[in-house]
């Protein structure tokens, strides 16, 4: 069974960073990009980027350049996602997304609820 | 990249077929046979329904079908079920190297 199981909920203070793990199972981790999205309370799904754990590659949207660090440890079968400079807007759930093909995401991670809040 | 535009919200009774649409551009859905399809459930993580604009993953009910024409794309829903109430989102690969989402739809199933 594929699994993605991200890490638990946190609670930062505006202008702090954050880090969300992703520990994926049941597939080869090499084989699939992972992809983070999220959605803030009341709003829709929002791509952030993606990463390839055989490459290293990634890619943001442009809003989150600068901001976001993606990476993966493939000695664990974890990928992360570091969000810097937070702000009240960026509290919401996030997702790590196994990626099958471009945007064909599955399955999901639990989600990880990020409050931003002073 | 501007979020792919949904209307917010559709409903229908239950035995009827809904159709939610998803207008991109040339740069994204027009430009891709890379349209996807998710559903959510409240405090559940999102599931897709359709990929590359028409197919069905394995274990998604033939209730559901995905098209394209141009710009737009369109999940049709048939024979509605209380259990397809949810939000729906589209979703294309673009011309960037990213992916864009629509704003989102609130199936209300009446």
């Known amino acids: 069974q594929v699994l993605l199981v991200q890490s638990g909920p946190v609670v930062r203070k505006p202008g702090a960073s954050v880090k969300v793990s992703c520990k994926a199972s049941?597939?080869?981790?090499?084989?699939?990009?992972i992809s983070w999205v999220r959605r803030a309370p009341g709003q829709g799904l929002e791509w952030m980027g993606w990463?390839?754990?055989?490459?290293?590659?990634?890619d943001f949207a442009q809003k989150f350049q600068g901001r976001v660090t993606l990476t993966t440890d493939t000695s664990t079968r974890t990928a992360y996602l570091e969000l810097r400079g937070l702000r009240s807007d960026d509290t919401a759930m996030y997702y790590c997304?196994?990626?099958?093909?471009?945007?064909?995401?599955?399955?999901w991670g639990q989600g990880t609820l990020v409050t931003v809040s002073s | 990249q501007s979020a792919l535009t949904q209307p917010a919200s559709v409903s229908g009774s239950p035995g009827q077929s809904i159709t939610i649409s998803c207008t991109g551009t040339?740069?994204?859905?027009?430009?891709?046979?890379?349209v996807c399809w998710y559903q959510q459930h409240p405090d559940s993580a999102p599931k897709v329904m359709i990929y590359?604009?028409?197919i069905r993953p394995s274990g998604v009910s033939n209730r559901f079908s995905g098209s394209k024409s141009g710009n737009t794309a369109s999940l049709t829903i048939s024979g509605l079920q209380a259990e397809d109430e949810a939000d729906y989102y589209c979703?294309?690969?673009?011309?960037?190297?990213?992916?864009?989402f629509g704003g989102g739809t609130k199936l209300t199933v009446l």
């Open positions: 990463i390839s754990p055989n490459t290293g590659r990634v």
């Open positions: 049941g597939y080869t981790f090499l084989t699939s990009h």
């Open positions: 997304a196994r990626g099958l093909k471009l945007n064909w995401f599955a399955p």
């Open positions: 590359d604009v028409t």
């Open positions: 979703s294309s690969y673009t011309s960037d190297n990213t992916v864009v």
């Open positions: 040339n740069s994204d859905i027009g430009h891709f046979n890379s």
